[in-house]
């Protein structure tokens, strides 16, 4: 009775770790920091002081605006910046706000092109949705279900990128078509909410050899070496339970 129970105990932890990891797959995990949101948070609180500190915010948004003007080009930098200057608090969040769209244009733009690179894709799908997290809180203020939809979308999104697996397991085909559906929904949708005329930018020119800037957090399921802990934990607990059905004999 005792010898059974062990093993029924052991192949319900064997089987929960291999849930767990196909689970993990589909997570967003925690991304590189998206340094235009993460600016964008800091100014926002410098813009709300009273009264605006415009000079401090100016400062922050100099620290991602070499990314800004490379990405997107310079012209939101230069009206952004001339905000601040002319201390326009009300337009200076507008642009900030459309910036962050463009942003995450830009990301679901350069996955679409890339689609087959699933590292670069999950990465930047990660990227894009901190930063709608960041512009989630106005969105879901004016329109609670169109916030819930979008996130949905991003989740969807995270779907059709698919799953390389390992070994066989928890594979799943990708399916380009869906995620184009999901793009269009999330982008049109924030254009319309953010009253945007154009998300035309300089340039998306991301692809699998782009220079990570920070150390990288997210965890990458193809890589053979983050799997490794897992292959070891299952197969000590595959020859306990090979012991323990030996035993019984």
Known sequence: MKKSFITTVLLFLLGNILLSSQASAYSYGDPSEEKIAEAYKEIMIKLDEDPPNYS???????????EVDQHMGEEPSKIILQNLDDKEKQEAIENLDELLVLNI??????????????????????????????????????????????????????ESLGNPGLFGVGTKESDQDAFKESKKFIVDSLQKEFDIKSLEVGHFSESATEESSGKQEWTDISNLKNWLPIIIIVGVLAAAIVYAVRKRK
């Not at 004016?142 to 916030?147: F, G, I, K």
Request: glycine fraction near 4%; proline fraction near 3%.
């Open 56 to 66: 401090e915010s100016k400062k922050i948004y100099e620290t991602v605006q070499e």
């Open 105 to 158: 244009a830009r990301r679901l733009e350069s996955i679409d092109k890339n689609f087959s690179e699933y590292d670069t894709s999950k990465r930047l799908l990660a990227k894009g949705f901190a930063t709608y997290k960041t512009l989630s809180p106005k969105v879901e203020g004016e329109n609670p279900e169109l916030d819930q939809k979008i996130r949905t979308e991003f989740d969807q999104a995270l």
